[in-house]
């Protein structure tokens, strides 16, 4: 969801169509394959008052909702009710992640102890490592992070092969970015999934 979008009025109404959009073109093949899964960006006025609750009971995500898993910024659960909405997601069954977060020690050590089953790594973090003075030391603290916590790591923003074997290198498990792939409509990314997944598919992504 765009910064124009978010903390407005239409944030609610864009996010239940989009969930119904979801549903109606992806939620058979959710319901048929093992390992994808989608996330879905929830704006913070959906938790703490039973909205995911009512838009996945009504539209049927419920019934895929393992395949599911729910992002929300850092900055949208700055209280308890916020924090209360989580536990709702997954109490639904969803996996619950946190967007746009930072490499600092301190953060680190509290997603550790937390009840979040994914983090993704702002996009500023690879950024940052195409700037000619970046030192790999600056996100050395993923390292231990990634192989000793229950949390699963997503990296975000990896357009380069650079970037995508120093996420690699600190035993980051997951990357998104163009590197990978541009937006796909529903069908294209159904498409792009079983060429990925398949003999030659697999074959090339090793000699990437």
């Known amino acids: 969801m765009t910064p124009l979008i978010e903390n407005t009025v239409l944030s609610g109404p864009i996010t239940y169509w989009l969930i119904e959009n979801i549903v109606q073109e ?11 899964f989608i996330s879905i960006n929830i704006p913070p006025e959906l938790f703490g008052r039973g909205g995911l ?3 996945a009971s009504k539209n049927g995500m419920l019934d895929v909702a393992n395949k599911i898993v729910v992002e929300v910024t850092e900055r949208g659960i700055p209280d308890n009710l916020g924090l209360q909405g989580l536990l709702e ?20 050590m509290v997603y550790a102890r937390s009840n979040i089953d994914l983090i993704k790594i702002d ?3 690879a950024d940052k490592m195409l700037d000619s003075d970046w030192d790999e030391k600056e996100i050395a603290s993923l390292a231990p992070f990634t192989r000793h ?35 796909l409509s ?3 990314l159904v ?3 079983n060429s990925f997944n398949s003999e030659e598919g697999r074959r090339n992504s090793k000699e990437k």
């Open 26 to 36: 992806l939620g058979e093949w959710l319901r048929v394959q093992d390992h994808g």
């Open 53 to 55: 609750w009512y838009v």
């Open 89 to 108: 997601a997954k109490e639904l069954g969803f996996r619950v992640c946190l967007d746009d977060i930072n490499v600092t020690n301190e953060q680190l």
């Open 123 to 125: 996009k500023a973090v």
């Open 149 to 183: 916590a229950a949390i699963n790591v997503i990296a975000e923003g990896v357009e380069t092969e650079f970037q995508r074997d120093i996420f690699q290198k600190l035993g980051v498990p997951m990357a998104q970015g163009w590197y990978f792939s541009h937006p």
């Open 186 to 188: 529903a069908k294209g």
């Open 191 to 193: 498409e792009f999934y």
